[in-house]
């Protein structure tokens, strides 16, 4: 599914090039659930970035369903985004004036979708989260955990086929991680979404089935439990 | 989508409160003011328009070395029709209510009026003036027939129903009954003239000056209708080879053609038919307009800006939910739209609310209503357009090129170039405000200067009372003497002109050796020097009772300034046989020093005095300051004892020379409002960039007073970066305003000099509206607890 080939991402200082992602070759396969792992400052979250296109990489070679990344126009990338990837974000990035609802409707009016079917689809994914009762709330009226459920139903409204999160548990209290982690687990297991989260805690990449450590831009070590 | 856009647009706007109304508010006047003067100034250009052959009408003027008159003699029409095959129709207008008020009566009634106008009977041919009772074609052929408007149908008789009816006119010395034959609905507010009562010119058909075929006096407003297939051009052409075949060759004067609709905005002829417009005016109020509303839009992009961190995060949302840039752009104008159609909503309202003393402000009725006018619905729509166009792109374009990975992560540059943008229209703005100031302050200095000027004569306490009638003629002695012996009143003079009002332009002649100057003159009788408080520097007053015949001849008092055209010194001046009109032939036998009978916009012009108790006009009366209303209760009860035919009405000589300035003092009213106004956005919009840049260096705020910076020391900081783009507002805009007001300036022959001190007031008061308005934020964040700010990290 993603096939990233030799990919550079840096920033150039006068003299110095400063490489965040250096040569990074990985595979990832539909149905995959990884956890990107690593020191602050190691380019996780750049990764991340560039598999969700949301950046592009300098150097190198990024194909997504055998669709060449580094070629494509705002367009292509927009229709992608609104129906292969979901993204996650550890400060949740809820709009504030828009309620609960507003919130997880707007990637189907990007997608243009009916009306009456948009409806559907949003009370399906409030009554998933258990949030029917807060669906008109604006974010700053809950808490943490729930924004962050939220965000994660706005992810999944659009049906993706890959979800992005950087940190998504970043900011909650233990129970409230190991939540999201699990409905993470459900979805990969149950609907074959591709995860791939970043994070630093050990205990929340343990819900994925191969880690990726990354340590001054290149990868260290893949799947540390296959052995 | 569009809901979406249209939800985020509205709760934005409640959610930030100030940040909207700061928008709003200017948006809202910025856009009202702008309807308000579009309606003036379309108003402005439709003078006219509504005569069905507008294209086809022209005036006819004559100018000669030094003047162009908006009169011409009365044989110029005939004349021009014999000459020409282009003129299918001609006609003459003559006002005698410009010179005095009349007398009309009813049955019932006496009315003292001063619109009045003769015309040929070819007059409703040529001008659409749309007669509602009677025959057009009919109605101004007959001698002694009289057209009326509708309201002063109304005013007269209660009903239009009035065909046949007679009323009685005194004009001038003449007593004349009139037969109505027509009413016409009030002449609209966009014609260049305007009367109440129309009567034929035939009825004054005797007079010596109203002659088809020799030369008389320029006395007639003179329009021609060409035909169609003529042009100006050959007008013009056949015109001049007619004077160049017919007229000596040392002709001085020459006929001009103004068409019908440039007469009101561009007119510059001396003795116009009523006061013209200016097509300056309408260049300049427009201007005004498009720069208040550039304040208002201004606001909005600067808050925009200084905003925008705040919402690029929800870009970056959008644009990883797949937002195409195209629809967060078209989101950013959708709120400026929603921003604007809210101002826009509430500037009709403001306009519906204020339109009459804003109209009144600028001295104009016009009769008109946003919501049912075409004309303004298509302005208030482009309006709409064009503010949400230029305030909303800039944002909608800055925003909407955020890469969502910098402002997800918070990478945000918070410096970028829209800083520097942000300076500029604040520096803008406050060149505005400055350009205002400066101007209001000039007007504001230069109105007091001429309204309190002294002008050589005493205007203060004299009461003019129109009296020239038949009646009246037999008794003028009597009714001075009574009015004299009133306590409380000092002195009195007739007068045949006013200062003020128009004196006759006539050519003067110094006799023995035919010397010719061209001067003012009119007649006033002994008491004149001592009613005006005049000052003879040289011979004597009129006697008791001076002769005024041709055969005794006439007694003269000359200004100092003609004398000087004589090259006379004003001793050398007594004793001089001097004529005026070549008819009046006569003697001088003093000379006043110079005084400001015309407006100040003009130098003192020479004038000649002579007595003719024929010409007199008006009575002047010189009352005590002391008990006003009980004096001019006395002057009634002699007015209604010796002219029971004439209504007592009066006005103060001081007032009557204010109305001289009327434009000057609705300018200043005007420039007033758009200043306090321009100065109030602007300073709206500093609230709000102050508030949003003291929110962006909250931390800074709260380090520096960790490490021990007092309260004083943050706000200077937090002021001196917003006084420095006023300072610089200030320092361009002055000499831009220096020109153009004194350009200004150069309309009035007595004028203030532009000093220091305007600038150094404009600069005080630009200074105190800044630190006013920044101050109140820095304070706030000067005082607030540094923990607050330090512990949000």
């Given amino acids: 599914m993603i096939k990233l080939r030799n990919i550079d991402k840096y920033i150039d200082k006068r003299l110095q090039r400063n490489f965040i992602l250096k040569g990074v070759d990985l595979d990832i396969n539909e149905g995959d659930f990884i956890s990107i792992m690593g020191p602050s400052g190691a380019g996780k979250s750049t990764l991340l970035n560039i598999i969700g296109f949301l950046d592009d990489a300098n150097e190198g070679e990024y194909f997504f369903f055998d669709d060449p990344v580094h070629s494509l126009n705002e367009k292509k990338k927009s229709e992608y985004h609104r129906s292969y990837i979901g993204f996650v974000f550890q400060a949740y990035h809820l709009i504030d004036e828009l309620t609960v609802y507003e919130n997880i409707e707007m990637p189907l009016l990007y997608r243009k979708v009916k009306g009456s079917q948009r409806k559907s689809m949003v009370a399906d994914m409030l009554d998933r989260f258990n949030i029917v009762a807060k669906k008109d709330l604006f974010p700053s009226q809950l808490s943490g955990g729930q924004q962050q459920l939220v965000g994660v139903a706005r992810a999944l409204i659009g049906s993706p086929k890959l979800i992005l999160a950087d940190e998504p548990t970043g900011n909650l209290h233990s129970d409230q991680s190991r939540e999201i982690m699990q409905v993470f687990q459900k979805l990969n297991k149950e609907d074959g979404v591709t995860v791939i989260q970043v994070t630093h805690s050990d205990e929340m990449a343990s819900y994925g089935d191969r880690i990726i450590n990354l340590q001054d831009g290149v990868i260290t070590e893949t799947n540390p439990y296959e052995e | ?793």
């Fill in chain 2, 1 to 793: 989508m569009f809901s979406n856009y249209f939800k985020i647009a509205l709760r934005n706007i409640r959610k930030h409160k100030a940040y909207s109304f700061i928008n709003i508010a200017g948006l809202s006047l910025g856009i009202s003011l702008c309807l308000l003067i579009l309606i003036y100034v379309s108003h402005q250009l439709s003078y006219d328009s509504f005569h069905e052959k507008a294209d086809r009408i022209v005036r006819v003027s004559l100018h000669d070395e030094d003047s162009k008159n908006a009169v011409t003699p009365s044989m110029v029409a005939p004349t021009l029709d014999f000459v020409t095959s282009d003129i299918e129709k001609w006609v003459r207008l003559y006002e005698p209510t410009k010179y005095s008020p009349i007398i009309i009566s009813t049955e019932n009634e006496k009315f003292q009026e001063e619109s009045f106008i003769y015309a040929d009977s070819s007059f409703f041919e040529i001008f659409s003036f749309n007669m509602i009772v009677g025959n057009p074609e009919e109605a101004l052929k007959n001698p002694r027939s009289l057209v009326l408007t509708e309201s002063t149908s109304k005013k007269l008789f209660g009903t239009i129903d009035v065909l046949g009816k007679t009323v009685n006119g005194k004009i001038f010395n003449t007593d004349y009954d009139f037969e109505i034959t027509g009413v016409v609905k009030d002449v609209p507010q966009n014609s260049h003239f305007s009367f109440d009562y129309l009567g034929s010119l035939n009825t004054m058909k005797s007079w010596s000056q109203l002659s088809d075929t020799e030369l008389k006096s320029a006395n007639f407003y003179t329009y021609l209708l060409l035909k169609p297939e003529s042009t100006k051009e050959n007008l013009v052409s056949k015109t001049n080879e007619y004077l160049a075949a017919n007229m000596p060759e040392e002709r001085t004067f020459g006929l001009d053609f103004t068409p019908v609709r440039d007469l009101f905005l561009y007119s510059d002829f001396e003795y116009e038919i009523a006061p013209m417009g200016s097509i300056q005016n309408v260049y300049g109020f427009s201007l005004l307009a498009v720069l208040i509303l550039l304040i208002g839009i201004f606001n909005y992009i600067n808050l925009a800006t200084a905003r925008s961190s705040k919402r690029a995060s929800e870009v970056g949302i959008r644009k990883s939910l797949g937002a195409l840039k195209k629809q967060l752009i078209l989101q950013f104008y959708g709120e400026s739209v929603v921003l604007t159609l809210i101002s826009v909503f509430i500037a009709v309202l403001l306009v519906e609310l204020f339109k009459d003393p804003f109209f009144g402000l600028i001295g104009q009725k016009i009769q008109f209503s946003v919501l049912t006018d075409p004309f303004a619905i298509v302005l208030l729509f482009s309006i709409t357009l064009i503010t949400s166009f230029f305030a909303g792109s800039y944002p909608a374009l800055l925003l909407s090129s955020y890469e969502p990975v910098q402002v997800l992560k918070g990478l945000f540059n918070k410096k970028g170039s829209d800083g520097t943008l942000r300076k500029s229209l604040v520096i803008f703005q406050f060149m505005i405000s400055t350009f205002l100031i400066v101007g209001t302050i000039i007007i504001y200095l230069q109105t007091d200067f001429i309204l309190n000027k002294n002008l050589g004569f005493n205007k203060e306490e004299i009461i003019v009372l129109p009296a020239r009638d038949r009646e009246l003629a037999t008794k003028q002695d009597i009714l001075k003497s009574e009015i004299l012996r009133q306590s409380g009143v000092q002195a009195a003079t007739y007068m045949s002109n006013i200062p003020g009002k128009t004196f006759g332009g006539y050519s003067s002649e110094h006799t023995p050796n035919s010397e010719r100057v061209s001067t003012n003159a009119g007649a006033a009788d002994k008491d004149l020097i001592k009613t005006l408080k005049l000052e003879l520097i040289a011979g004597n007053n009129f006697p008791q009772n001076p002769s005024y015949s041709k055969e005794q001849g006439y007694v003269y008092l000359l200004n100092e300034k003609l004398v000087g055209e004589y090259g006379w010194t004003p001793e050398e001046a007594i004793g001089k046989r001097f004529n005026v009109l070549g008819n009046r032939e006569g003697e001088v036998i003093g000379v006043v020093k110079d005084f400001n009978f015309a407006s100040l916009r003009e130098q003192v012009e020479p004038l000649a005095l002579f007595v003719n108790s024929e010409m007199y006009n008006y009575l002047l009366v010189k009352i005590s300051p002391e008990n006003p209303q009980q004096t001019l209760a006395s002057l009634k009860s002699v007015w209604d004892d010796i002219a029971p035919h004439r209504p007592f009405e009066y006005q103060f000589m001081d007032q009557q020379l204010d109305a001289l300035y009327k434009s000057e003092i609705q300018t200043r009213n005007l420039i007033l409002l758009f200043s306090g106004l321009a100065i109030f956005i602007a300073c709206l919009g500093l609230v709000g960039l102050s508030s949003f840049l003291v929110e962006k260096r909250a931390k800074e705020i709260g380090i520096r007073k960790v490490l021990g910076a007092s309260v004083t020391n943050i706000i200077s900081l937090l002021s001196s970066d917003f006084i420095k783009l006023v300072a610089v507002g200030f320092i361009v805009a002055s000499p831009i305003a220096w020109f153009v007001m004194d350009s200004w300036l150069q309309n009035f022959a007595f004028r203030i000099d532009i000093g220091l001190t305007v600038f150094i007031y404009t600069a005080l008061i630009a200074l105190f509206a800044t630190i006013i308005t920044v101050s109140w934020q820095s304070i706030k964040a000067a005082l607030s607890n540094p923990v607050e700010s330090l512990k949000s990290e």
